[in-house]
């Protein structure tokens, strides 16, 4: 694919780099289009994505919704019908300037005065659009083929909640109709899928107005919720982990010591006791640390693998909540490992394990990233590159594939990444382990070596779900709330053909509920056939009792399966045998 870089000089374009091309011809495309059909537009940044391509604009007094969206897209496709050739130069500060204030564009003149003094600086033209960019580009407009605008949204220009507050139009863009469709396709199933509307039809979760980023949990939510931290317990309990509670709140002089007050105060909610400021806890690592220093340890005792299922507070902003998966409060699945540097490798790889066993059980694949030191961070330089050898060697003795993300560790210490990829293929950041030297020492931590010396261990942070919540909603979409008989909020559900099978129905149900499975009755006068669908795509009941004449006739269930849709009439005896089988072994079947 050929594109024009803003030198002006045309040459083929990387193959990894085509999709980012398209999407930010794409994005100048749109904006001609925009500033065709509203001349008054005022052009903010306009930038290619992972997931496509948007751009933010001042439309005066004019506002903008969904419904506008066709138009914009059919004076897109004029455009690249006429083929208009894109063309770039460069110019000089001054002269940018001047280009841009005779064409009205304040924005840009305003971003050109936070470029350095001495910047030349780039343009694109096609036709009558010109667009200060650094490309590249392609190199006409028939060149894009296949797009689709998406949704209208708000933005604040440069991100600050102080500055005038834009029009956000999205798009998504591919080299070919059938990449197009195939994504489109992908977005229709997400949304099926959407873990706020399976959510609200099995009563799992609610999110109020009173309380944004706050999640309600239901009774079957809590269901649901419980038996993945049972998992988590007798997961972690066979791993040798003890587990911990920390208090919520813990006064700023802590939030000092650990680094969290300079590097994410802005996030963390603080309140004043006693005349003094206190933190509700972003993280639970300072709790975890001070049960370590309140007593000594010897050698012999490490490592120590603490683990605690602590409530955290974050403060996120109001637009970038997102039902489970972006909140205010969640439960961390943390564990905090504290551990003599010899057995660093070791202990990295007991948590690659571990994660691996808990992301293998539910069908995820995934990918690994090693992100290394930010630029904000606290330690030595060799602290840092002993941390970051130790996350290498360790993932190269387990023969592991990874990426390096320059710069994006914790401010404390560089870390592993787990991204998952789920049914339909998206990847979810979960798991993470990070290798902490700075804690240990702001918070002068100690053991005593076999030679009664006093040395400070090395820390491990990790988690594996992340957060238990943005997890429920991850295994929501994944499952499409179809979840496997050991989480699912109900296991069976009863349905009496008709009043002369309701007796008989009443008992099976009763000795389901006797055994702890977890069973409800369906005698509604209803046909069968609305009881079966409500049962399949509402509670998405692993199990239907089907129980008629006959069955009350023979004693038996006819059991119809959520996932074959077959149905195989059996003894309630060799039923509930094949439910608990299911329920003890915690059985998951993939989905695909």
Same mark, same amino acid.
């Given at each position: 694919?050929?594109?024009?870089?803003?030198?002006?000089?045309?040459?083929?374009?990387?193959?990894?780099?085509?999709?980012?091309?398209?999407?930010?011809?794409?994005?100048?495309?749109?904006?001609?289009?925009?500033?065709?059909?509203?001349?008054?537009?005022?052009?903010?940044?306009?930038?290619?994505?992972?997931?496509?391509?948007?751009?933010?604009?001042?439309?005066?007094?004019?506002?903008?919704?969904?419904?506008?969206?066709?138009?914009?897209?059919?004076?897109?496709?004029?455009?690249?019908?006429?083929?208009?050739?894109?063309?770039?130069?460069?110019?000089?500060?001054?002269? !940018?300037? $001047? /280009?841009? +204030?005779?064409? %009205?564009?304040?924005? =840009?003149?305003?971003?050109? *005065?936070?470029?350095?003094?001495?910047?030349?600086?780039?343009?694109?033209?096609?036709?009558?659009?010109?667009?200060?960019?650094?490309?590249?580009?392609?190199?006409?407009?028939?060149?894009?083929? !296949?797009? $689709? /605008?998406? +949704?209208?949204? %708000?933005?604040?220009? =440069?991100?600050?909640?102080? *500055?005038?507050?834009?029009?956000?139009?999205?798009?998504?863009?591919?080299?070919?109709?059938?990449?197009?469709?195939?994504?489109?396709?992908?977005?229709?199933?997400?949304?099926?899928?959407?873990?706020?509307?399976?959510?609200?039809?099995?009563?799992?979760?609610?999110?109020?107005?009173?309380?944004?980023?706050?999640?309600?949990?239901?009774?079957?939510?809590?269901?649901?919720?419980?038996?993945?931290?049972?998992?988590?317990?007798?997961?972690?309990?066979?791993?040798?982990?003890?587990?911990?509670?920390?208090?919520?709140?813990?006064?700023?002089?802590?939030?000092?010591?650990?680094?969290?007050?300079?590097?994410?105060?802005?996030?963390?909610?603080?309140?004043?006791?006693?005349?003094?400021?206190?933190?509700?806890?972003?993280?639970?690592?300072?709790?975890?640390?001070?049960?370590?220093?309140?007593?000594?340890?010897?050698?012999?005792?490490?490592?120590?693998?603490?683990?605690?299922?602590?409530?955290?507070?974050?403060?996120?902003?109001?637009?970038?909540?997102?039902?489970?998966?972006?909140?205010?409060?969640?439960?961390?699945?943390?564990?905090?490992?504290?551990?003599?540097?010899?057995?660093?490798?070791?202990?990295?790889?007991?948590?690659?394990?571990?994660?691996?066993?808990?992301?293998?059980?539910?069908?995820?694949?995934?990918?690994?990233?090693?992100?290394?030191?930010?630029?904000?961070?606290?330690?030595?330089?060799?602290?840092?590159?002993?941390?970051?050898?130790?996350?290498?060697?360790?993932?190269?003795?387990?023969?592991?594939?990874?990426?390096?993300?320059?710069?994006?560790?914790?401010?404390?210490?560089?870390?592993?990444?787990?991204?998952?990829?789920?049914?339909?293929?998206?990847?979810?950041?979960?798991?993470?382990?990070?290798?902490?030297?700075?804690?240990?020492?702001?918070?002068?931590?100690?053991?005593?070596?076999?030679?009664?010396?006093?040395?400070?261990?090395?820390?491990?942070?990790?988690?594996?779900?992340?957060?238990?919540?943005?997890?429920?909603?991850?295994?929501?979409?994944?499952?499409?709330?179809?979840?496997?008989?050991?989480?699912?909020?109900?296991?069976?559900?009863?349905?009496?053909?008709?009043?002369?099978?309701?007796?008989?129905?009443?008992?099976?149900?009763?000795?389901?509920?006797?055994?702890?499975?977890?069973?409800?009755?369906?005698?509604?006068?209803?046909?069968?056939?609305?009881?079966?669908?409500?049962?399949?795509?509402?509670?998405?009941?692993?199990?239907?009792?089907?129980?008629?004449?006959?069955?009350?006739?023979?004693?038996?269930?006819?059991?119809?399966?959520?996932?074959?849709?077959?149905?195989?009439?059996?003894?309630?005896?060799?039923?509930?045998?094949?439910?608990?089988?299911?329920?003890?072994?915690?059985?998951?079947?993939?989905?695909?």
């Amino acid at each position: 694919m050929k594109v024009i870089y803003n030198d002006g000089t045309v040459n083929e374009c990387p193959k990894e780099e085509e999709l980012h091309v398209i999407r930010h011809t794409a994005a100048h495309i749109m904006a001609q289009a925009i500033k065709r059909l509203y001349p008054q537009a005022d052009f903010g940044y306009g930038p290619a994505t992972d997931n496509g391509f948007y751009y933010d604009v001042d439309l005066g007094d004019e506002t903008l919704s969904d419904d506008d969206l066709p138009k914009i897209e059919a004076e897109m496709k004029k455009i690249t019908k006429e083929n208009l050739p894109i063309k770039a130069y460069i110019l000089p500060r001054a002269e !940018a300037i $001047k /280009l841009m +204030q005779d064409r %009205g564009e304040k924005y =840009k003149v305003e971003h050109i *005065n936070d470029l350095p003094a001495d910047a030349q600086i780039s343009f694109y033209q096609q036709g009558e659009y010109i667009d200060m960019c650094v490309g590249p580009h392609l190199t006409y407009t028939k060149a894009l083929k !296949a797009f $689709k /605008l998406t +949704q209208v949204s %708000g933005a604040y220009w =440069k991100a600050d909640k102080n *500055n005038k507050m834009l029009t956000r139009i999205n798009g998504i863009a591919f080299a070919s109709q059938e990449d197009l469709d195939a994504y489109v396709k992908l977005m229709e199933e997400a949304a099926r899928r959407d873990h706020r509307k399976i959510g609200k039809e099995m009563k799992l979760f609610m999110l109020r107005d009173e309380a944004p980023g706050f999640p309600f949990f239901l009774p079957n939510g809590m269901i649901l919720k419980n038996e993945l931290i049972s998992y988590w317990r007798d997961l972690h309990k066979a791993n040798g982990y003890v587990e911990l509670s920390t208090p919520l709140i813990m006064n700023r002089h802590l939030w000092e010591t650990s680094g969290h007050w300079d590097h994410y105060k802005d996030n963390m909610y603080s309140t004043v006791i006693d005349e003094e400021d206190y933190c509700i806890k972003p993280m639970n690592c300072p709790g975890g640390v001070m049960v370590y220093a309140s007593e000594p340890h010897s050698y012999k005792e490490l490592p120590i693998r603490a683990a605690e299922l602590g409530v955290v507070h974050r403060h996120e902003l109001k637009g970038a909540l997102h039902g489970l998966f972006r909140v205010r409060c969640f439960t961390q699945d943390d564990a905090h490992i504290f551990m003599r540097q010899d057995q660093i490798q070791g202990e990295i790889m007991n948590v690659v394990h571990l994660i691996n066993e808990v992301y293998t059980k539910f069908g995820f694949k995934y990918f690994i990233e090693l992100s290394t030191r930010p630029e904000n961070s606290m330690g030595s330089d060799e602290d840092w590159e002993a941390a970051t050898n130790g996350l290498k060697t360790a993932l190269e003795k387990l023969g592991l594939d990874y990426i390096v993300n320059e710069g994006d560790g914790a401010f404390y210490g560089p870390k592993i990444d787990f991204h998952l990829q789920d049914s339909i293929g998206r990847t979810w950041q979960c798991g993470t382990i990070q290798l902490d030297f700075q804690m240990p020492l702001n918070f002068n931590l100690e053991y005593n070596d076999e030679n009664d010396t006093r040395q400070r261990p090395v820390m491990i942070h990790r988690v594996c779900f992340g957060s238990i919540e943005r997890f429920i909603g991850i295994l929501t979409e994944h499952f499409a709330g179809k979840f496997p008989v050991w989480l699912a909020p109900v296991q069976v559900k009863v349905l009496p053909v008709s009043d002369k099978s309701n007796d008989y129905a009443s008992k099976v149900y009763q000795e389901l509920k006797d055994e702890g499975i977890r069973a409800i009755l369906d005698d509604r006068d209803e046909k069968i056939g609305y009881k079966i669908r409500e049962a399949q795509m509402v509670d998405r009941a692993p199990y239907m009792l089907i129980l008629g004449q006959k069955e009350v006739e023979e004693g038996t269930v006819s059991v119809r399966s959520r996932d074959t849709g077959d149905t195989v009439t059996m003894k309630p005896e060799e039923f509930k045998a094949l439910l608990h089988n299911q329920i003890i072994t915690r059985e998951t079947i993939i989905p695909q």
